[in-house]
Structures are given as C-alpha cells and as structure tokens.
C-alpha cells in the first residue's frame, strides 16, 4: 500500500527507484468465460488496464501476453483500450510475449510500442480460423431426432446436427476474408515499415521470437525483468496489476450465468445442454493451444 504521506517527503529523501506496472494478459481470448476457468476478454483485461495506467509516475506499462488467440473482436477490442489508454495518458507500452502470441494474441501484442519476445516464443498466425464438430452420424446412431424450426432458411447455418452445405461454408469463407483483411491492416498500421517483405507473412504461420524479429513482428529478444532493468536501471521495481478480490475471493465472470443454465428448468436438458456448451468451448480452447504444441 502506498504511504500517503510520501509526496509531502523531499525528493532528495525519497527512494529513487521507477515502479512499471506489470499487466498480465493470458489464456484464450474468449468473450465469455467458461465453467471454473476465466478467459481473456475486454472485460476481464480493462480493470487492470485502467489501473495499470493510472500509475501516474510511471513512465511505461508492461504488458505481458500469453495467449494462442481466439475472439477476433474481443482481441481487437483490448487491443483498442490499450493504445487508447497509451495515447490518453501518454505512456509508452511494452509488451513481452510469453509462451505465445499468436492470431488474436499476436493482435494485442500490436498494441505495443515494442514488442519484446522470448527467442522460444511463437508469434504470428495472422490468420483467421472457424472450428466446429459434427454430429449428424453420431445422432443417427443413438436414434436421436434432431428438430428445428426457424422463420428464415439461412437461421441453422451450419448446424452441427445438420449436414454441412457447400453455399454455407462459402458464405463463412468470405466472412473470414473480410476478418482477415482486417487484422492484416491491423498489423501493418501497427507495425508499418517494421515489417519485412515475406510472403508468407499473412498466411497464417507462426513463428519462432527469433523469426519474428527477423520479420519485424517483434523488436528484440529477451524478458520483461531483464529488459525493465536494461531500460530504467537496477533499482526498477516491476508491479504486478491484478484484478480485484472480493471478500471470497476472485469472482469469475459468466460462471453464475452457465450454472444458471446448468440448473434452471424443470427437466434435465438445461443441464444436459449446457453441459454440452462447456465441454466444446474446453475443446475449442484446448486446440488452440494445441496448435503451438502447448
């Protein structure tokens, strides 16, 4: 806790050291988050941000990223909190790429000033994936009959229940062009003549840290403590921003809103379908990480 008294100290008499505050953004980017587990979204990101940057005598914020990507929107959007943050208080961002920081994780990464990353890190994967399952065979077996009713012929596209129509996957495919697009603009006007001229760049690879910089996804090479003392001296003091607590503890976004749905309703298939909600987004997450070999 801060001494309230200290700004009436001298500064001669006060300690010299620079505190950064340390903001970390980790998991997959999801706007919900799901059963017991909190992932990565605006709104789990932004009290800390703000808090971060509310650290007047600060003259940076570090910000280290972890995460194999997912809601382009909600990558996008922390991404826009933080250079509106940056601009707004005018302090320079650093980012320090973990493990990985890929699609939408590479996209928040964009929101540095510098991007730092581990030589084993992976950056990249400026792309856009849509993954789902199928059931129809599996329905077919348990002697299951599936039942839908819409007011619109295009309301069940892609239904994973029903069978998979070409014009439906050729709609999603000009979708995620447009997405693409997007995110490749993101990064340019981020990254600008940094960039290196590859074609390969925007295909949806990824990369080793020590690639990335060769490409100019990233500045340099190294580690947030290292490099905060490399910047600011040894008597730098990285303090870390976490979300608040409440008098149990932390409180985990969307899970009353799943059990809720886990336990409302008079029969089993609230439960049963919610259940079922859970266990594809665990299975979604973890391929995600799964990409990278994490």
């Given at each position: 806790m801060a001494n309230p008294l200290k700004r009436f100290v001298p500064k001669r008499f006060r300690k010299s050291e620079t505190q950064i505050p340390v903001v970390r953004l980790s998991g997959a980017i999801m706007a919900s988050s799901t059963l017991g587990r909190q992932n990565l979204s605006l709104a789990s990101a932004a009290p800390m941000l703000e808090k971060a940057f509310s650290m007047k005598e600060a003259p940076a914020v570090a910000i280290s990223v972890n995460s194999p990507g997912g809601s382009p929107v909600q990558s996008r959007l922390i991404y826009k909190r933080i250079r509106d943050l940056a601009n707004e208080k005018k302090k320079r961002v650093l980012i320090f790429v973990e493990d990985v920081a890929a699609s939408g994780g590479y996209m928040i990464a964009c929101a540095g000033d510098e991007i730092i990353a581990d030589p084993s890190s992976i950056v990249g994967s400026i792309g856009v994936v849509s993954g789902s399952f199928g059931f129809v065979g599996l329905i077919e077996k348990l002697g299951i009959e599936r039942r839908v009713h819409t007011a619109g012929r295009n309301k069940v596209t892609l239904d994973p229940f029903?069978?998979?129509?070409?014009?439906?996957?050729?709609?999603?495919?000009?979708?995620?062009?447009?997405?693409?697009?997007?995110?490749?603009?993101?990064?340019?006007?981020?990254?600008?003549?940094?960039?290196?001229?590859?074609?390969?760049?925007?295909?949806?690879?990824?990369?080793?840290?020590?690639?990335?910089?060769?490409?100019?996804?990233?500045?340099?090479?190294?580690?947030?403590?290292?490099?905060?003392?490399?910047?600011?001296?040894?008597?730098?003091?990285?303090?870390?921003?976490?979300?608040?607590?409440?008098?149990?503890?932390?409180?985990?976004?969307?899970?009353?809103?799943?059990?809720?749905?886990?336990?409302?309703?008079?029969?089993?298939?609230?439960?049963?379908?919610?259940?079922?909600?859970?266990?594809?987004?665990?299975?979604?997450?973890?391929?995600?990480?799964?990409?990278?070999?994490?």
């Open positions: 029903q069978p998979e129509r070409q014009e439906d996957v050729e709609r999603l495919k000009a979708l995620q062009l447009e997405v693409h697009q997007t995110f490749i603009d993101l990064v340019k006007g981020a990254r600008g003549d940094k960039l290196a001229a590859d074609d390969d760049l925007f295909t949806g690879l990824f990369w080793s840290g020590v690639r990335g910089k060769e490409l100019g996804l990233v500045d340099s090479l190294g580690d947030l403590r290292g490099t905060l003392r490399e910047r600011y001296g040894e008597k730098v003091k990285p303090v870390l921003v976490t979300p608040k607590t409440g008098l149990f503890g932390r409180a985990k976004p969307g899970i009353a809103s799943h059990l809720g749905d886990m336990l409302s309703g008079d029969a089993a298939s609230p439960f049963a379908s919610a259940l079922v909600r859970e266990t594809l987004s665990l299975a979604e997450e973890r391929a995600l990480w799964a990409r990278y070999g994490l």
